[in-house]
């Protein structure tokens, strides 16, 4: 297996086998590996051969999107840890001075006795922690957990997508190679033609209208040598962007990259209802919607809570100038403890109108994931085909190549015997470059059959290095 395996595993992933309490560690572990070594360039990176494996783990490391990802998934912890504060108690420090006009302290009639001094101080320590919040509290804790889990189904659908756009642009550069290739033979065969044409009219065995035809023939054929040379270009460009390379400006447009990987047609097999069935159970934007749903249902609870009351309890320890002496170093100090209980009993329809507002969220939510859920089984029903279509063409084009090339053998034997014409020719190398063509793109299609197939499965890593 290859290095990705450590990250992600076929369709369950690590998240699950390591659980959920471990994403702060991830967090740190994806900190430590989005520093400023994240895009560097390798010093033999236009040299170096790249294997699907190996571009799939630099993206993992440098990717845009999946470094973006992570820090989302750093926030969600973040709000992780915010959902969870209502449990936990909570230490509080105050303090305060006051002073007031000797006026307005308070003397009985009288006397000269005073009711307080002009000046007094408060220190107060107190440790407060909520006991019953009518349902909160469990709801919050439950939530966390959601917000946890659901930040990981994102994160994993993200990584999946960039893995999947990974694949496809690898496998266009190979496609684009071998279309190069077709190309450029299909260029050579057909200025063969012209040559041996041009020698026989020069003989005067040939008419001139051989020639044109010729030159035609070569004219019509390098457009798509250059369109299949762009295409590879292009292709490049959209693979290092992919692995998060930032490349050098000396660059020109043609990116050395070098792929070692080769288009084939390895068995796959799968029938569309086990592939459904992986669908609904392992796509992670369907796990995070789910996570979605049960957290507006906590919603629900969390909103309902206000026509509840509320009990706090409370300890600690005070300090305070002493209220019948002027002295502020005369003090009073000891300890404190006590209960709070709290009930709005009519608070202007506020909570009635959050539970209402809840309750629809939630039923948005059930909707979601309703429409999702066929969206999704539309996705791996098309992917589904496609691989069926790739397939079968693929079968088909098994001899294919092999006949066009004896059948051009032939018709260039029958030509030299004069018992066929220029055209025949030309039509049988016409009839060799599209059989290559389609032959290199069915390879192609079938690859990324595979590949849509599999991410529209939930299956998040690629097949094992061979």
């Known amino acids: 297996?290859?290095?990705?395996?450590?990250?992600?595993?076929?369709?369950?992933?690590v998240f699950r086998l390591l659980g959920l309490p471990v994403i702060a560690v991830l967090v740190?572990?994806?900190?430590?590996?989005?520093?400023?070594?994240?895009?560097?360039?390798?010093?033999?990176?236009?040299?170096?051969?790249?294997?699907l494996a190996e571009a799939l783990d630099l993206a993992l490391q440098q990717n845009g999107t999946i470094l973006k990802g992570k820090s989302d998934l750093e926030a969600a912890y973040g709000i992780v840890v915010q959902t969870r504060a209502i449990a936990?108690?909570?230490?509080?420090?105050?303090?305060?001075?006051?002073?007031?006009?000797?006026?307005?302290?308070?003397?009985?009639?009288?006397?000269?006795?005073?009711?307080?001094?002009?000046?007094?101080?408060?220190?107060?320590v107190r440790l407060v922690q909520s006991i019953y919040e009518g349902g909160r509290i469990n709801a919050a804790l439950r939530a966390a957990n959601l917000t946890q889990e659901r930040a990981l189904l994102h994160y994993q659908a993200v990584v999946a997508d960039t893995l999947l756009a990974v694949r496809t642009n690898y496998y266009a550069i190979l496609l684009a190679g071998q279309q190069i290739v077709v190309r450029e033979a299909s260029v050579n065969l057909l200025q063969r033609e012209l040559d041996d044409q041009q020698r026989r009219f020069d003989a005067g065995t040939v008419p001139r209208f051989n020639v044109l035809r010729a030159e035609v023939a070569v004219a019509n054929a390098r457009p798509q040598l250059i369109r299949a040379r762009n295409a590879e270009r292009v292709a490049k460009n959209n693979l290092v962007n992919l692995l998060g390379y930032n490349l050098p400006r000396t660059v020109g447009e043609d990116v050395p990259v070098q792929l070692t990987d080769k288009l084939d047609a390895a068995p796959y097999q799968i029938d569309l209802a086990a592939a459904i069935g992986r669908a609904l159970e392992q796509r992670p934007e369907l796990g995070a919607l789910r996570k979605t749903e049960a957290l507006?249902?906590?919603?629900?609870?969390?909103?309902?809570?206000?026509?509840?009351p509320r009990v706090q309890i409370f300890g600690g320890y005070g300090d305070r100038s002493s209220s019948f002496s002027s002295d502020l170093s005369t003090e009073r100090h000891g300890w404190l403890a006590g209960a709070l209980l709290t009930w709005d009993i009519f608070d202007g329809s506020l909570t009635r109108g959050k539970v209402m507002e809840a309750k629809a969220v939630h039923q948005k939510s059930q909707t979601e994931l309703t429409d999702t859920t066929r969206r999704i089984e539309?996705?791996?029903?098309?992917?589904?085909?496609?691989?069926?279509?790739?397939?079968?063409?693929?079968?088909?084009?098994?001899?294919?190549?092999?006949?066009?090339?004896?059948?051009?053998?032939?018709?260039?034997?029958?030509?030299?015997?004069?018992t066929s014409t220029q055209l025949d020719v030309l039509d049988a190398e016409t009839a060799l470059t599209e059989a290559r063509t389609t032959q290199s793109s069915s390879l192609h299609d079938y690859a990324v059959a595979v590949a849509r197939l599999e991410h529209a499965m939930g299956a998040m890593a690629a097949p094992p290095a061979p």
Do not use: C, H
Request: glycine share 8%; aromatic share 10%.
């Open 28 to 51: 740190m572990v994806f900190k430590a590996g989005a520093g400023d070594s994240a895009n560097a360039i390798p010093r033999d990176w236009n040299t170096r051969q790249l294997a």
């Open 1 to 13: 297996m290859f290095m990705m395996k450590q990250y992600y595993g076929l369709g369950s992933g």
């Open 296 to 308: 507006r249902a906590e919603g629900i609870v969390d909103a309902s809570a206000g026509y509840k």
């Open 378 to 418: 539309l996705e791996v029903r098309t992917a589904y085909s496609d691989f069926i279509e790739a397939r079968e063409v693929l079968e088909s084009q098994k001899k294919v190549q092999e006949q066009a090339e004896e059948s051009l053998r032939l018709a260039n034997a029958r030509a030299d015997a004069g």
């Open 88 to 124: 936990m108690p909570k230490i509080r420090f105050g303090a305060q001075f006051q002073a007031i006009a000797q006026s307005a302290v308070d003397t009985p009639a009288g006397t000269t006795f005073t009711l307080g001094t002009d000046k007094n101080w408060t220190t107060e």
